[in-house]
């Protein structure tokens, strides 16, 4: 199975600006909601890490992060941000099924980078990104939430979801695919889901949304 297929060269300079709008702020808060939980001296593996705006809070609570990203626009902006924040972090061009660590990490943080694959390719990406977790580590994601109930929430659900992917698979950003059911994927991938945190695009409506998971692994 290829994981390199989906680069984001193309829109490294508009990406967060237009993940932003989109979503009315909830892709960047559903990310964000998870850095307090990452220690000083951590190791922590961002893949996908893009523009980093995620690595960079961790990076500055003292986290020793690596990250990994197949566009080198999306990596250059990350260590301009960097070299202008006077921060250290270990960048890598690349795929990250292919990383072989020396040290397996205490977390792996994986936000937005789940979606680029079909369903059997995110449940093949999660085993992955499970195996460069020490026994007992964190997997950490942000991505979109399916729906809890069905009728309307669905059918909201559905049309909010499938343009963007629509559009994004036509520009070759990801593949064609529903949004999948993390928690099982997660435990056939040897994790355990500790909690899901939903972030509601619309206050007072629960549909649309994006979640925020955080796991452990367990094998």
Same mark, same amino acid.
């Given at each position: 199975?290829?994981?390199?297929?989906?680069?984001?060269?193309?829109?490294?300079? !508009?990406?967060?600006?237009?993940?932003?709008?989109?979503?009315?702020?909830?892709?960047?808060?559903? /990310?964000?909601?998870? &850095?307090?939980?990452?220690?000083?001296?951590? *190791?922590?593996?961002?893949?996908?890490?893009?523009?980093?705006?995620?690595?960079?809070?961790?990076?500055?609570?003292?986290?020793? !992060?690596?990250?990994?990203?197949?566009? @080198?626009?999306?990596?250059?902006?990350?260590?301009?941000? =960097? *070299?202008?924040?006077?921060?250290?972090?270990?960048?890598?061009?690349?795929?990250?099924? /292919?990383?072989?660590?020396?040290? =397996?990490?205490?977390?792996?943080?994986?936000?937005?980078?789940?979606?680029?694959?079909? !369903?059997?390719?995110?449940?093949?990406? =999660?085993? &992955?990104?499970?195996?460069?977790? *020490?026994?007992?580590? *964190? =997997?950490?994601?942000?991505?979109?939430?399916?729906?809890?109930?069905?009728?309307?929430?669905?059918? &909201?659900?559905?049309?909010?979801?499938? @343009?963007?992917?629509?559009?994004?698979?036509?520009?070759?950003?990801?593949?064609?695919?529903?949004?999948?059911?993390?928690?099982?994927? &997660?435990?056939?991938?040897?994790?355990?889901?500790?909690?899901?945190?939903?972030? @509601?695009?619309?206050?007072?409506?629960?549909? @649309?949304?994006?979640?925020?998971? !955080?796991?452990?692994?367990?094998?």
């Amino acid at each position: 199975m290829e994981f390199d297929a989906h680069s984001y060269d193309g829109v490294a300079y !508009v990406y967060d600006e237009l993940a932003s709008v989109y979503s009315l702020g909830q892709i960047e808060a559903s /990310k964000q909601s998870q &850095i307090q939980t990452l220690s000083a001296s951590e *190791r922590v593996l961002f893949a996908g890490v893009g523009c980093g705006r995620d690595a960079i809070p961790a990076i500055r609570r003292g986290a020793a !992060v690596t990250a990994i990203d197949l566009s @080198p626009i999306m990596l250059r902006r990350f260590s301009a941000t =960097l *070299r202008r924040e006077a921060l250290d972090a270990e960048s890598i061009q690349g795929d990250v099924a /292919k990383h072989r660590p020396d040290v =397996l990490y205490d977390t792996v943080v994986a936000h937005y980078f789940l979606n680029l694959f079909d !369903v059997d390719g995110a449940a093949a990406m =999660l085993s &992955i990104l499970c195996r460069l977790v *020490r026994p007992g580590g *964190r =997997l950490m994601f942000a991505d979109f939430a399916p729906s809890e109930a069905g009728g309307a929430a669905r059918w &909201i659900t559905e049309a909010y979801y499938r @343009p963007v992917n629509w559009i994004a698979w036509a520009l070759g950003l990801c593949a064609l695919h529903p949004i999948p059911d993390y928690p099982e994927l &997660i435990e056939g991938a040897g994790a355990r889901v500790l909690s899901v945190t939903r972030f @509601p695009v619309i206050p007072g409506l629960d549909h @649309p949304a994006y979640q925020s998971v !955080v796991a452990e692994r367990v094998a």
